[in-house]
């Protein structure tokens, strides 16, 4: 039972060590062996031949070197791309920022246009209902006969406005002179309450 558990021991050391990550060890073995070499003569450069000289103590590391030097370039590249997508973007934010201001004035200005078109009508109103209660004085001032004769002739809902702004006793003659179908729809209009 011992020499199974001892067994079962080498065999886990031998899986770790087969599937540890060897890019792990190969880099620390680079740093190792870069720690150890002397410095460049030229400060701030390295010779590209030195690069090239790299002896390396097996396959294996040379091959884990080349994925390493790939996989750097790899994210100097992904980086690059990063960088570029970043500025595109800071631009289309700022394109995007001016439309917004310029939408914003459109609808302020727009605002403003409705403000004083609201104004206008409702000074048009104002300036309606003056001229109507002008009208019916005049209407009720005429005899019953010719008001309700003039009457007949107009706008249902104006001859309903005047009507509506004259007395009762003055409202009452002109109905009853006029012909019972127009009494009738004009009575009907004056009960119907107007939506603005």
């Known amino acids: 039972m011992y020499f199974k558990f001892i067994l079962y021991q080498i065999f886990t050391i031998l899986l770790f060590n087969l599937f540890s990550s060897p890019l792990l060890l190969a880099e620390e073995k680079i740093k190792s062996e870069t720690e150890q070499k002397p410095a460049p003569q030229a400060i701030g450069e390295q010779s ?3 690069d090239e000289q790299k002896t390396f103590k097996s396959v294996e590391e040379r091959r884990i070197y080349a994925v390493l030097q790939n996989e750097r370039d790899n994210l100097e590249e992904e980086r690059k791309v990063i960088a570029l997508k970043e500025k595109e973007l800071k631009t289309l934010q700022k394109e995007a920022d001016k439309k917004i201001e310029l939408l914003d004035k459109k609808l302020a200005e727009l605002k403003e246009i409705q403000a ?3 104004t206008l009508l ?3 109103n104002v300036q309606e209902v003056k001229k109507t209660k002008d009208l019916s004085l005049i209407y009720a001032k005429m005899t019953p006969d010719r008001a309700a004769l003039a009457m007949a002739t107009i706008d249902e809902q104006l001859a309903a406005d005047l009507l509506a702004n004259m007395k009762v006793k003055s409202a009452a003659k002109i109905l009853d ?4 179908l127009k009494a009738s729809q004009l009575s009907t209009t004056f009960t119907t309450i107007k939506v603005e």
């Open 122 to 124: 409702a000074e048009k």
């Open 116 to 118: 004083k078109i609201e």
């Open 177 to 180: 002179r006029m012909d019972r």
């Open 48 to 50: 590209p031949a030195m």
